[in-house]
């Protein structure tokens, strides 16, 4: 298996655009996470979706922020308007619930997004 | 609530020598400890993780990692260091059952020629 695929990598955007941020989770694994990591927060977690349904957004700072998991295979966050104190890195994770324990989250790349 | 502490925001060692990463935990019941390191530019890595059994967990890399549950700790260690070791390390807690892991603040390593 090719690992989670995030696209794109990097994102440079104007304040007040939409950015969208894609996610392709390891095969078989039934659960997804959004992360945002900066330096001032370390690694925070916004949402997360257990087949294809949001459990628990929290975490999502904003209604600016959305996500969605329309498949097992493929998840968007969305922030709409964008603002520079959205710069962060925005990785994907996902994992299989086991038997009676939950195994490890397997994480993407990132996005480092740049909000000017 | 469930949290992780990592209090040690840098450490800086020297290549060979030893290291003690710690990461502290709050849980009401056994939890499910993991170990990420996460290299500049990269995603997070998995070195370890602890779910029952033995105390004392074999990672990648030549990391190991011990669980007492007394002092609600489960400190990272590797005996000696080598320059590809600098990385950012990050505990992680998941409840029993539940699959929502919280990452601790992390710990920058540096190591020193």
């Known amino acids: 298996d090719a690992g989670v695929i995030q696209s794109p990598r990097h994102e440079v955007t104007e304040m007040g655009q939409e950015v969208t941020l894609r996610c392709k989770p390891i095969s078989g694994h039934d659960y997804l996470f959004w992360y945002r990591q900066t330096m001032m927060r370390g690694l925070e977690l916004l949402i997360y979706?257990?087949?294809?349904?949001?459990?628990?957004d929290s975490g999502m700072p904003e209604d600016r922020f959305s996500a969605k998991m329309p498949n097992a295979s493929f998840s968007t966050l969305k922030i709409q308007p964008s603002e520079p104190r959205d710069s962060a890195v925005y990785f994907c994770?996902?994992?299989?619930?086991?038997?009676?324990?939950?195994?490890?989250?397997?994480f993407g790349q990132g996005t480092r997004l740049t909000v000017v | 609530a469930q949290s992780v502490t990592q209090p040690d925001i840098h450490i800086t060692v020297s290549e060979g020598a030893s290291l003690e990463l710690r990461c502290n935990y709050s849980?009401?019941?056994?939890?499910?400890l993991f170990w990420y390191v996460q290299s500049p530019g990269q995603g997070l890595q998995l070195l370890l993780k602890?779910?029952?059994?033995?105390?004392l967990v074999q990672g990648i890399k030549g990391f190991e990692a011990e669980f007492k549950r007394s002092q609600s700790s489960f400190n990272l260690r590797k005996p000696s260091v080598h320059w590809s070791d600098a990385a950012e390390y990050f505990c992680?807690?998941?409840?029993?059952?539940?699959?929502?892991?919280?990452f601790g603040s992390g710990t920058k390593l540096n190591v020193k020629p």
């Open positions: 994770a996902s994992s299989r619930q086991g038997a009676d324990i939950p195994t490890e989250a397997f």
């Open positions: 602890y779910f029952s059994g033995d105390t």
């Open positions: 849980y009401g019941a056994t939890p499910y």
């Open positions: 992680a807690v998941a409840p029993y059952n539940f699959n929502k892991f919280y």
């Open positions: 979706f257990n087949n294809n349904v949001p459990i628990d």
